[in-house]
T-cell receptor, first 114, second 115 residues
Framework: AQSVTQLGSHVSVSEGALVLLRCNYSSSVPPYLFWYVQYPNQGLQLLLKYTSAATLVKGINGFEAEFKKSETSFHLTKPSAHMSDAAEYFCAVSVTGGGNKLTFGTGTQLKVEL | KAGVTQTPRYLIKTRGQQVTLSCSPISGHRSVSWYQQTPGQGLQFLFEYFSETQRNKGNFPGRFSGRQFSNSRSEMNVSTLELGDSALYLC??????????????FGPGTRLTVL
């Protein structure tokens, strides 16, 4: 079975500062990894995905993530936070043969302060 | 192209009742998955339907059921509602159900409150 651990349920950064949201995964087979963002009272929007191609993945809104197999990590970063980035972020994993089942982490609430 | 739509958006029920939620996938998408989101348990996979067949099931009691119609629209039903069923129910659609990577598109969810 696969699982995801997100360190830090709440992260606060200043506008313009680096955003770093941590995600570690566990999977017995090569995983597919995703980051989703959720704004209040909305569904989930895909930010980026790792599907065994390039280990550095660029997504929407300036976000990127690096797949590190040796560390079983897939941390999400953005060089400069914007007020509009305030939302909840979820890391998720799926595996080949697992159909479309996504296993999510517990989420990280990102707060951006002036 | 229209996104995933879910109806109703908000629902209030009382304990013991049953409820049916509906999800219309993106045109051309044949897979529909359902997730429950609660503050305590987070996002949990309920089940996935593809071509009217349940392909995958999460660890939920039999009170939670679903189905998919020939036009790929899906419904989920919760019988004998409990307070703990209060949650945001999210539906996601994708083109196929093969392999581990199929980009899924989420709807806005149905907020169910059980009193």
């Amino acid at each position: 079975a696969q699982s995801v651990t997100q360190l830090g349920s709440h992260v606060s950064v200043s506008e313009g500062a680096l955003v770093l949201l941590r995600c570690n995964y566990s999977s017995s087979v090569p995983p597919y990894l995703f980051w989703y963002v959720q704004y209040p009272n909305q569904g989930l929007q895909l930010l980026l995905k790792y599907t065994s191609a390039a280990t550095l993945v660029k997504g929407i809104n300036g976000f990127e993530a690096e797949f590190k197999k040796s560390e079983t990590s897939f941390h999400l970063t953005k060089p400069s936070a914007h007020m509009s980035d305030a939302a909840e972020y979820f890391c998720a994993v799926s595996v080949t043969g697992g159909g479309n089942k996504l296993t999510f982490g517990t989420g990280t609430q990102l707060k951006v302060e002036l | 192209k229209a996104g995933v739509t879910q109806t109703p958006r908000y629902l209030i029920k009382t304990r013991g009742q049953q409820v049916t939620l509906s999800c219309s996938p993106i045109s051309g998408h044949r897979s529909v998955s359902w997730y429950q989101q609660t503050p305590g348990q987070g996002l949990q996979f309920l089940f996935e339907y593809f071509s009217e067949t349940q392909r995958n099931k999460g660890n939920f009691p039999g009170r939670f059921s679903g189905r998919q119609f020939s036009n790929s629209r899906s419904e989920m039903n919760v019988s004998t509602l409990e307070l703990g069923d209060s949650a945001l129910y999210l539906c996601a659609s994708s083109r196929t159900s093969a392999g581990g990577y199929n980009e899924q598109f989420f709807g806005p969810g149905t907020r169910l409150t059980v009193l």
